[in-house]
């Protein structure tokens, strides 16, 4: 195949774009258009971003492309807001009306909006498939948002009950089921992923994170009987509204245990946040390993490195920057206070400070962009080939509907969804 | 016809004219996708007067008016023909810029409706309105909707907060010496006669070191004991019951609630998905609560003089009593005043004093004896620190 084309990439291989030259113009615009709109050109932002990178991403030779418009995210985003915000006044109603219900308000809000966000996702992804073509041909996917809203919650309860054990079947059975419902054309893609690829990367991250949390607050639950005396905390006598140990239950073993589950925590939990780009990682490439279109397969040899370089480059930069700006800050307001200046120095400091903080902002913004999402995003497709590609050659066009952007402005609207999700 | 074809000399490769001059043919290779099936089909493709690209089977001759270019990496290019699904890609550099010069539509967005500038203005609008809306509207939809709340949902509620309040508080002991009680009553029962309150106010004093009064919903008035304490005669501690009492015919607890609601929804709703919108949208808020509740005070603060007037007292005894109470009585104006629930002390006695008129010679609210009495009404109950200094009357 292309044997008339000179295509930069190998037939068979995924790359992006080395330089990314473009993006930082698109992301200074969308970040300070976004502040003038009051947010909303973050749909029109959101859109030149993904157009930006799947037209980089080239896959067997060919360019992706992406067709979504700015304001289709828009009008979903409205739908959205007409379809929650009755839900949220009705819930502020309840609340004020009924202030017994005000303390289970906070979890139905909960449960009724992960509902809607697992809704939103699936939906989400339809709309992001229908409005890329590669090759000419159109990226779909069907199956029932309600089926997968289901399936989520079925598995994130068995997750909840087996304390976390259940988690990478359930992260398989959701994958299956959104790559099975993923279409090229007219010919499907499948999914061969199972929970027992991905048990060794969660059961490290599960050991070593979560493991003597649990183990710690189990300890304390044997040691105290499974009880939990009524009176642990009491008011505090110096400050009203605050509660604070009770002292007279120091030197027992429920303070001593409750010691050590804090230590664990303090220990362990910043651990766990090292530990998620590992899983990530290894979990995205048994996912691409594991999807195949036809008789063409996905072959990924993403490492756990590439996932963390990007976090450890962005971290430094933002460590950098800040000790740069905390030393000019210190330093003026330093020499304002010794050389007693007045009140106008005191507000060009003000105004230095709104200034360096909008220009944070918008730096940070841009960083991500730069460091992250293109870094994580070259990881992956750079470690993906694409094996006995001569196969997507067979793939013909379908005559679907396109799905409408209106459940990806949902997604919007519940914050859930990326704009760029790394993988499929 | 020659505006049309005009059009090319833009780009910047002038001199030549499509379909006057020849202009210099191009050939180069590519790939063509015919939009059914995702099978490559090698071409040659032919620049001239117009796009030719032939292939096994393939014969395709485009106009160069109807030709459009993909975004994608230089140097590779994709280009097709608006509203058709086949794709040719190439990544020839001379093709790529000889098209850009001689298709004017190239990069013609052939759904695009309005530029950003459009958007940007109408988003700007869109926010100030909500914003003017935030500002101006709720309060006013919060008074209308406040005394449309049913009695039964607003006694529930008064009674939620009133008990979330006194364990903020600290759990401060109820006062209730029965004689003093019984002149509180009167008093209460004197001031309110007439004056059209939504309920009839339920007045408790506890026992607390901190010099303040709560009105909350339901006309539920809390008076913490260091007021009295604090109160060098009956008309200034009637003065801040008056001043309560102000809030409760306004109906404010409510009325803030709904406010704050509403507030931080529009807030978040302009600025939802902007990095660092929690901060600008607390400090917004509370901007615009304290905004509404310095109006509230000062209304309130009328309402309490014109009560105490009526009730045979002396309104300016409630500056009086402000100044006392309220350790920083001589703030001056600082930046940070936009966030102050209560306007400024020494401004409010000056509104009070000029409210209030002449002083009515030798009356008061309640003789010396009852003042006596009521003095003693938390004689029973042991002291409680002080520790919220947030709150003032």
Known sequence: MNAVGAVPARPGTVVFDRQAKGLTGIAVKGFLLSLATFGIYRFWYITNLR??????????????????????????FL???????????VLFALGFAYPPLAPVAGPITFVFLFLLGQYAIFRGRRYRASRTFWRGIRLGQDGSALAYVGLATGWW????????????????????????????GESRMTSTARGGMILKPWLLFYLVALGPLFASILALL????????????????????????????????????????????????????????????????AFMNAAALGTACLHSTLKARQFYWPYIVYMLSILGYLAAIGIVLGGSAYLIQTSGLGTGAQALLVVGMVVAYLGSLLLFAVLYVRVITVRLWRAVTDTTTIENVQALDAVLASSRRTASGLNEGLADALDVGGALEIGF | MFEAVARPFRSGRGGTLPMTVPAEAIVATGTLFDGRSARPNPVTIHLGERLEITGAGIREDWSLFDIRAGETEPPT????????????????????????????????????????????????????????????????????????????????????????????????????????????????????????????????????????????????????????????????????????FGHVAARDPTRAVITAGGVSFLLSLILGDLTGSTVIVGVGQAAISAGYSRDAERAADAYGVAMLARAGGDGAALAAVLERIDSDADTEASPTGFLRSHPYTRDRAVKIRDLAGEKPQGRQVLSEDDWQTLQGICAAEPAKPATDRNQRP
Not at chain 1, 161 to 184: C, D, K, Q
Not at chain 2, 162 to 186: F, H, M, N, T
Request: aromatic share 8%; glycine share 8%; net charge positive.
């Open chain 1, 51 to 76: 157009r930006y990178f799947w037209s980089r991403t080239i896959v067997a030779g060919s360019p992706g492309e992406y067709t979504g418009r700015g304001k289709e995210l828009f009008l979903g």
């Open chain 1, 79 to 89: 739908v959205a807001l007409a379809i929650l915000v009755p839900i949220y006044i």
């Open chain 1, 157 to 184: 309860l068995l997750t909840l009950v087996t304390l976390g054990i259940a988690f990478p079947w359930m992260r398989a059975s959701l994958e299956r089921y959104r790559i099975n419902h993923t279409l090229v």
């Open chain 1, 222 to 285: 044997v040691a105290n009987d499974f009880s939990i005396p009524a009176d642990l905390m009491i008011a505090d006598p110096g400050k009203p509204g605050k509660f604070v140990f009770n002292p007279d239950y120091a030197g027992t073993p429920l303070a001593i245990y409750g010691g050590v589950v804090a230590i664990v925590a303090a220990i362990f939990i910043p651990l766990a946040l090292f530990l998620i780009p590992y899983y990530r990682a290894r979990e995205t490439r």
């Open chain 2, 77 to 244: 290019m994709r280009i097709g023909v608006a509203g058709s699904p086949i794709r040719v890609e190439f990544t020839h550099q001379a093709l790529a810029a000889a098209l850009a010069a001689r298709c004017p539509d190239l990069r013609v967005d052939d759904e695009k409706r309005g530029g950003v500038l459009r958007l940007v203005l109408w988003s700007i609008a869109a926010g100030v309105s909500v914003l003017l809306a935030a500002i101006y509207g709720v309060p006013v939809a919060a008074g209308i909707l406040a005394p449309l709340v049913p009695q039964p949902v607003e006694m529930r509620f008064g009674l939620a907060v009133d008990g979330q309040i006194v364990s903020l508080l600290g759990d401060p002991p109820l006062c209730a010496e029965p004689a003093a009680k019984s002149v509180l009553d009167r008093l209460v029962a004197r001031m309110t006669e007439g004056a059209g309150l939504p309920g009839d106010p339920v007045v408790s004093i506890r026992r607390h070191a901190v010099a303040n009064a709560l009105t909350l919903p339901d006309a539920r008035v809390i008076v913490l004991s260091d007021i009295l304490a604090k109160s060098k005669t009956p008309d200034e501690f009637a003065g801040i019951l008056a001043h309560e």
